[in-house]
């Protein structure tokens, strides 16, 4: 199974940028996909999930309006558009995988908003 994140980097206050996670080794439209962050010194927080087979989305409060998770089931990708960030978006981003009592987590990709 892999799960590999990317699209991070140095943005300023009121940019944008996309992440992608890429996964293999897994049925990917039958499980949950998720993306969480963990600021240093926080615990990690669920920011949107998109269920299976491109079914609900939903989205914390921090994020709602702001940010957009989107899945290609033929590529087995999932998506994160973030715009208007902010420096409290700074973090390290992770993609999970859920279905049931399985997960699988991404290594991770830094964002880092700031002027």
């Known amino acids: 199974v892999q799960v590999v994140e990317s699209g991070g980097g140095l943005v300023q206050p009121g940019g944008s940028l996309r992440l992608s996670c890429a996964t293999s080794g897994f049925t990917f439209n039958t499980y949950a996909m998720s993306w969480h962050r963990q600021a240093p010194g926080k615990e990690r927080e669920l920011l949107a999930t998109?269920?299976?087979?491109?079914?609900?989305?939903t989205y914390a409060d921090s994020v709602k309006g702001r940010f957009a998770i989107s899945r290609d089931n033929v590529k087995n990708t999932v998506y994160l558009q973030m715009n208007d960030l902010k420096p409290d978006d700074t973090a390290m981003y992770y993609c999970?995988?859920?279905?049931?009592?399985?997960?699988?987590w991404g290594k991770g990709t830094q964002v880092t908003v700031s002027s």
């Open positions: 998109s269920a299976s087979a491109g079914g609900k989305t």
């Open positions: 999970r995988a859920n279905y049931f009592y399985k997960q699988y």
